[in-house]
């Protein structure tokens, strides 16, 4: 071996063990990056910064494409009983601390078109039930969701801060409901403690006697003129609302008020929203029909007293 050969030798041997140390691939597939540690994965990477650990980063990936992924996972193939996970996240210290922060999966988006921005995604693909979102708290673990197809099922407690839409895209109350809403038991808060300024109802059958009880059926979207505009980069187009009545509530015949009317005689029982429809609190009128009856069973009273008297 003349003398540039081994030069030549010797300095790929160097190179080899540098990037060896910070590389490795074995006989099997399994690769490790910036581990000492034989990795047991396909690919194991390791990062020993102090402050930012990142396992796998793409930084600026930007492509004509449809999709620019950042990382993708995909798992097909399989036993029956298979688990598959495309990308799992999990974060945990083996003791509690009271300081930091653990995120299993951190989702961030942005400034794209309008109404297409989402932090996470999650979509029910296939024939089969399941939950595209599956949230449970220790103790629960997994759960038999049934066949329905649930874009979200949590086995814990839930907290939402701000309003919170059933078949409403645009809430004006904290829970807004466009349907029916079913529960064993309903209940308000109603202890003294929180109450101030208590004042008798005083005129409960002057007031009852100006409301007036009416039938009605509700309109369709279609009636009202709503329509579903969707916002796409190469501009706008009405699709099909997806916060329609059931065809049941649209032939159904209710009983009620109108708002309109009722304003004029109790109008802190009505509400408006921020499109300027009017809401009635049912519940609030029952002290009035209380009073109502208790005054109109002083009259009877009367009455009786007056004729046994003859």
Same mark, same amino acid.
């Given at each position: 071996?003349?003398?540039?050969?081994?030069?030549?030798?010797?300095?790929?041997?160097?190179?080899?063990?540098?990037?060896?140390?910070?590389?490795?691939?074995?006989?099997?597939?399994?690769?490790?990056?910036?581990?000492?540690?034989?990795?047991?994965?396909?690919?194991?990477?390791?990062?020993?910064?102090? &402050?930012?650990?990142?396992?796998?980063?793409?930084?600026?990936?930007?492509?004509?494409?449809?999709?620019?992924?950042?990382?993708?996972?995909?798992?097909?193939?399989?036993?029956?009983?298979?688990?598959?996970?495309?990308?799992?996240g999990y974060a945990q210290r083996e003791t509690a601390y009271?300081?930091?922060?653990?995120?299993?999966?951190?989702?961030?988006?942005?400034?794209?078109?309008?109404?297409?921005?989402?932090?996470?995604?999650?979509?029910?693909?296939?024939?089969?039930?399941?939950?595209?979102?599956?949230?449970?708290?220790?103790?629960?673990? #997994?759960?038999?969701?049934?066949?329905?197809?649930?874009?979200?099922?949590?086995?814990?407690?839930?907290?939402?801060?701000?309003?919170?839409?059933?078949?409403?895209?645009?809430?004006? &109350?904290?829970?807004?409901?466009?349907?029916?809403?079913?529960?064993?038991? &309903?209940?308000?808060?109603?202890?003294? =403690?929180?109450?101030?300024?208590?004042?008798?109802?005083?005129?409960?059958?002057?007031?009852?006697?100006?409301?007036?009880?009416?039938?009605?059926?509700?309109?369709?979207? #279609?009636?009202?003129?709503?329509?579903?505009?969707?916002?796409?980069?190469?501009?706008?187009?009405?699709?099909?609302?997806?916060?329609?009545?059931?065809?049941?509530?649209?032939?159904?015949?209710?009983?009620?008020?109108?708002?309109?009317?009722?304003?004029?005689?109790?109008?802190?029982?009505?509400?408006?929203?921020?499109?300027?429809?009017? =809401?009635?609190?049912?519940?609030?009128?029952?002290?009035?029909?209380?009073?109502?009856?208790?005054?109109?069973?002083?009259?009877?009273?009367?009455?009786?007293?007056?004729?046994?008297?003859?």
């Open positions: 071996m003349n003398r540039q050969n081994l030069f030549l030798t010797l300095g790929m041997s160097l190179c080899f063990l540098v990037a060896n140390a910070q590389l490795k691939v074995l006989s099997n597939g399994n690769v490790g990056i910036g581990t000492s540690a034989v990795p047991n994965q396909k690919v194991h990477v390791m990062s020993n910064n102090q &402050y930012q650990q990142f396992g796998l980063a793409v930084n600026k990936a930007v492509t004509d494409l449809s999709y620019t992924l950042g990382m993708y996972g995909t798992v097909d193939g399989g036993s029956s009983m298979t688990k598959f996970v495309g990308v799992r009271s300081e930091g922060r653990t995120i299993g999966v951190w989702g961030g988006a942005g400034n794209a078109t309008d109404g297409w921005n989402f932090a996470v995604w999650g979509e029910l693909i296939g024939t089969n039930g399941g939950a595209a979102i599956y949230g449970t708290i220790p103790g629960r673990g #997994e759960f038999y969701v049934g066949s329905a197809f649930w874009a979200g099922f949590f086995r814990g407690n839930v907290f939402m801060e701000e309003l919170v839409g059933v078949k409403q895209a645009n809430p004006s &109350y904290e829970v807004d409901v466009n349907g029916t809403v079913r529960a064993v038991n &309903y209940i308000t808060s109603s202890d003294m =403690s929180l109450k101030k300024e208590v004042a008798p109802i005083t005129n409960g059958l002057n007031v009852i006697k100006q409301i007036n009880g009416i039938t009605f059926k509700l309109k369709s979207p #279609e009636e009202l003129g709503q329509k579903n505009v969707m916002k796409l980069d190469t501009g706008e187009v009405v699709v099909p609302l997806n916060t329609r009545l059931s065809d049941e509530n649209l032939q159904k015949v209710f009983s009620g008020l109108s708002a309109q009317e009722l304003q004029k005689i109790l109008p802190n029982l009505v509400t408006k929203d921020k499109d300027g429809k009017l =809401s009635v609190s049912y519940l609030e009128l029952i002290p009035y029909l209380i009073e109502a009856i208790k005054e109109q069973q002083i009259q009877i009273e009367e009455l009786k007293k007056l004729v046994d008297s003859k």
